[in-house]
Nanobody, 125 residues
């Protein structure tokens, strides 16, 4: 069964950049909705960005203009390019995918049902 594996987190100073990667599979990245969420201590998990199967992207107001989501179907990977990072971007970032595995088949779903383990992003002033 496909697992979502994030990478690319780390520590950076405010104003810097990081690029997160989420390895899934080519089929899922191509056919299903993918997304990025984040959670800071004491706060609820919030949606950061999504990319639909048709390539349509969405962003939260807090990251619009600074973050860019993209995908590489051949590599089975979704990316989150984060520029002009702010201290308030510090969080654990999670990759999400709208698919389920049933009866030997991967089925795209409306909601996110699969999650990665998360990768820490720390932005210092």
């Amino acid at each position: 069964q496909v697992q979502l594996v994030e990478s690319g987190g780390g520590s950076v100073q405010a104003g810097g950049s990081l690029k997160l990667s989420c390895l899934a599979s080519g089929y899922i990245v191509d056919k299903c909705k993918m997304g990025w969420y984040r959670q800071s201590p004491g706060k609820e998990r919030e949606e950061v960005s999504t990319i639909a199967s048709d390539g349509l992207t969405t962003y939260s107001e807090s990251v619009k203009g600074r973050f860019t989501v993209s995908r590489d179907v051949f590599k089975g990977t979704v990316y989150l390019q984060m520029n002009t990072l702010k201290t308030e971007d510090t969080a654990v970032y999670y990759c999400a995918a709208a698919f389920t595995y049933s009866g030997g088949y991967y089925l795209c779903t409306d909601g996110f049902q699969s999650w990665g383990q998360g990768t820490q992003v720390t932005v210092s002033s």
